[in-house]
């Protein structure tokens, strides 16, 4: 009997001992505290594998999980695997989707300001972009996204747009009338693109690549970056360049997403998505002149006309646009183009 009570005696002894082990601080005692379970975020953009913009997100994935230590991982989705941009953004705002990359034309349905961005002819070049889009902008359109559970971080690029088609080079507004453009489902495009005379069709992005082989529209418009990356020239052989309008790509996440974060975490990513909007911007500028000379070697025709012809010819978008995105918004936007102009 004694023997089973000094048995007994001992197993206590040593359980108490593994309990106070167990539930007092490690770090007092030498030991390691159990590293958290790593966060991983999805992060979703419409760009292929080969855009800048995917490039940049990489980056951004990469330095984020470095500076946490592993503790927050970005799994990319690009070239809309998880859906086409509405349905992406239309995630991310849900909380489906932790990260988006979209463009300001689907943001706009929620926060008619960001129509602003697509302004015809308001901006002169992408320095005077960067300046609006970095400072006034930023601090304008930041609060309004909040609104709607969101975000805001920065505003990457998909760059200025061009207008290719099938039928005959565009010198002048002229050669735009009658021809079927393809613009995204997105008011300021369409309304500039009527200004000049075309049947507009509005096409999905997703849609774009096989639109153009099967000859549904004569022309579409787009970056250069993407003409290239998508091997538009391939049913197009005629490019203008006319920078009619910008299209931004904005970093947003999730609201409630970002208050699960520590404040720590919240600086990492917001550097590295600034960071990563700089890489977007180079990949997309750099890129451009080889991509022309490249597209121009394979027979494509591309055209530089005088622009002041095109932006005369703004009045019905700029009044559709106005009241679209209301008085205010339209003359607020117009005085930042002013206010940073050189």
Same mark, same amino acid.
């Given at each position: 009997m004694k023997?089973i009570i000094?048995?007994?005696t001992?197993l206590v002894v ?11 601080d490690?770090s007092s !005692?030498g030991?390691?505290a159990?590293a ?5 975020l999805?992060?979703a953009?419409f760009?292929?594998e080969?855009h800048?913009?995917h490039t940049a997100?990489k ?6 999980e470095?500076?946490t230590?592993?503790a ?5 989705? %690009? ?7 509405p ?9 489906s ?6 463009g ?6 929620h ?5 602003c961005?697509?302004i015809p002819? !308001?901006?002169?070049?992408y ?5 609006v889009l970095?400072? %006034?902008f930023?601090?304008?359109?930041t609060?309004?996204?909040?609104k709607k559970g969101?975000v805001?971080?920065s ?10 088609n ?8 002229a050669d ?6 393809r613009?995204p489902?997105a008011m ?9 005379g075309a ?5 999905d ?5 096989m639109?153009?082989?099967q ?6 418009e787009n970056?250069i970056?993407?003409?290239y990356?998508l ?11 006319v920078?009619?309008?910008?299209s931004s790509c904005v ?7 970002w208050?699960?974060?520590s404040?720590e975490?919240?600086?990492i ?5 600034d960071a990563a909007r700089l890489v977007?911007?180079?990949g997309v ?5 080889a991509q ?12 530089t006309?005088d622009l002041k012809?095109?932006?005369d010819?703004?009045?019905?978008a700029?009044a559709?646009i ?5 008085a205010?918004?339209f ?5 930042m183009a ?5």
């Open positions: 023997k000094g048995v007994l001992v040593v359980a108490g001992l593994a309990f106070a082990g167990g539930s007092g490690k !005692s030991g390691a159990p958290a379970k790593p966060v991983t999805r992060l953009h760009g292929s080969t800048p913009m997100a980056q951004f994935a990469a330095n984020v470095k500076r230590n592993g927050i991982k970005i799994e990319i989705f %690009p070239n809309n695997v998880l859906g086409g941009p349905q992406i953004l239309e995630q991310m705002f849900l909380g989707i932790d990260m988006s990359l979209s300001q034309d689907q943001i706009a349905k926060v008619p300001l960001f129509d961005v697509a002819f !308001s901006i002169s070049g320095d005077h972009m960067d300046r970095d400072g %006034p930023l601090a304008w359109a609060p309004e996204i909040a969101a805001m971080l505003s990457w690029e998909w760059g200025f747009r061009q207008v290719t099938s039928r005959h080079p565009i010198l002048t507004p735009v009338q009658g021809l079927k453009i613009t489902p300021a495009y369409q309304a500039a693109m009527e200004a000049l049947n507009v069709q509005t096409i992005f997703s849609e774009l690549v639109a153009m082989r000859g549904v529209v004569d022309g579409q970056p970056a993407t003409i990356d091997k538009l020239y391939e049913s197009q052989k005629y490019i203008t360049m920078n009619y309008l910008y970093h947003l996440v999730n609201q409630k997403v208050d699960k974060l404040a975490q919240q600086k990513i917001r550097e590295e998505s977007a911007r180079k500028r750099d890129a451009e002149a022309i000379a490249d597209m121009k070697s394979k027979g494509i025709q591309v055209d006309p012809p095109f932006a010819k703004m009045g019905p700029y559709k106005r009241q679209n995105i209301g205010e918004n003359d607020k936007w117009m005085e002013k206010a940073t102009a050189k």
